[in-house]
């Protein structure tokens, strides 16, 4: 059986919990709402009155449960061992499972799983996205009530996706390895420059990267809310998709997705022995960026060029506890040639933003983001880098409210700029042994 299929299929991790408490310490929501069900305690015995059939099925139980950022942090402390993060997800599934998944987000999952509309969708939101929006400084904010928060700064949608701007297959000049890239919607549709980022610097190390043009969103916003019939769909759609491709591995540029790739998909399809085993070696190829550069490739960043600029770091959840990579972003990052890291005191605290939840619990969310601004804001820094497009989104729309000054971009970005500047120095160094010359010679015709 599948992990979420049942809530049994969980009920080991809710024996476990010793109802100790130390998640309170940990987890950003408790923090700001000081509810019992606001942390993971308080759910894990919600999900045991599920599971005993002591709990009613309502959406007002769905929104306690909905209360959750998914940020892993009580499941990484929690003394025990319990995955507190997968009985929540288990407790939605079985309540979206008992119809009481909210409408809005039914519909929203609908589109999700046809990726020609949502991909028709976000054209035309490209478009006309003026119509909706208006534009300022920092980005864009609602003209009138539309779902988000009339205060809100959201990126621009992007004039063309990346899936459509770059070909499938981009050659590397002296090709040794290939990859594919799983691009993620944020990257496609708002970010692109951050996937153009990883096929330059890719190719510029012999890679060759196939970007498969079937691939769509990875199901994480379903299969976290509790559509696990819209997830495992979407699962076996890219287990299909990905396996036809004889790559060294398969990058991606977002700890959501490329969890959901190495772990959500082998869970979903458990029940499945052939999409298991497929989902198993396609999750084996699995790559954040940063992995890829630093442990498969073993780039000397320090060779790069000098990029100059003072920055600290945020670690994504689903990128530091969701798939471990807390070493390879900095050690690549603070390699790099003239750049100055300051870390902030929690560069693992959750920002907030957790994809839906930011919309859904605005105010709450708002509350975790401005203790993130503050963390910033202390390191006196002119740049966040952090390696999550949802991060970075959420991130971006602190720093606009806040009225701070700070650049944010993904760690392939500050990476491509070593790279760029690496080109420039040997031209830049050329040009000054050559004025160099030209001076030396004007003196010896004027001492002739």
Do not use: W
Not at 141 to 151: A, C, Q, T
Not at 185 to 191: A, D, G, H, L, R
Not at 311 to 329: A, D, K, N, S
Not at 341 to 361: D, E, H, I
Request: hydrophobic share 35%; proline share 5%.
């Amino acid at each position: 059986m599948a992990v979420y299929d049942n809530i049994k299929g969980i009920e080991e991790e809710i024996i476990k919990c010793m109802k100790c408490g130390n998640c309170q310490s940990v987890c950003p929501v408790y923090k700001e709402t000081l509810s019992e069900s606001g942390v993971a305690r308080g759910k894990i015995q919600l999900a045991a009155k599920i599971l005993k059939g002591e709990a009613k099925y309502t959406p007002e139980l769905y929104k306690k449960f909905d209360l959750c950022l998914q940020c892993q942090a009580c499941s990484a402390n929690c003394p025990c061992g319990v995955k507190a993060h997968k009985i929540i997800m288990a407790a939605r599934a079985e309540l979206a499972r008992q119809n009481m998944l909210p409408f809005a987000k039914k519909a929203a999952f609908n589109i999700l799983k046809k990726p020609g509309l949502f991909d028709f969708g976000l054209r035309l939101g490209s478009t006309f996205q003026g119509l909706a929006f208006r534009k300022n400084a920092s980005g864009m904010s609602p003209r009138f009530p539309i779902g988000l928060e009339m205060r809100r700064v959201v990126p621009a949608l992007a004039d063309k996706p990346l899936r459509s701007e770059l070909p499938e297959v981009n050659k590397a000049p002296n090709s040794r390895k290939k990859v594919a890239f799983f691009t993620g919607c944020v990257t496609n549709y708002i970010y692109t420059s951050v996937g153009k980022a990883v096929v330059d610097v890719l190719n510029h190390n012999g890679v060759d990267v196939i970007i498969p043009k079937e691939q769509h969103c990875c199901g994480a916003p379903a299969i976290i809310n509790g559509d696990i019939e819209t997830g495992k769909a979407m699962a076996k759609s890219h287990v299909d998709i990905f396996s036809k491709y004889d790559v060294d591995a398969i990058i991606t540029v977002c700890g959501t997705c490329g969890g959901t790739f190495e772990q959500k998909y082998v869970e979903l399809l458990a029940d499945d022995p052939v999409y298991e085993a497929k989902a198993r070696a396609v999750a084996r190829k699995i790559r954040d960026i940063s992995e890829y550069l630093v442990d498969d490739l073993k780039v000397n960043f320090a060779k790069l060029g000098s990029v100059p600029i003072s920055f600290t770091y945020h670690e994504p959840c689903h990128i530091g506890r969701g798939m471990g990579l807390t070493r390879q972003p900095l050690e690549m990052l603070t390699k790099i040639p003239g750049i100055t890291y300051k870390p902030m005191k929690q560069p693992n605290r959750c920002c907030g933003g957790a994809g839906s939840f930011s919309l859904t619990n605005y105010d709450v969310s708002y509350q975790i983001l401005k203790k993130k601004m503050a963390d910033i804001q202390g390191t006196n820094t002119n740049v966040v880098v952090t390696g999550c497009g949802s991060c970075r989104m959420q991130l971006e729309d602190g720093l606009a409210q806040e009225k701070m000054p700070h650049k944010v971009m993904h760690v392939i970005e500050v990476v491509q700029m070593a790279y760029q500047n690496a080109k420039e120095k040997p031209a830049a160094t050329a040009n000054k042994e050559q004025t160099k010359a030209s001076q030396k010679s004007g003196k010896t015709k004027k001492a002739s």
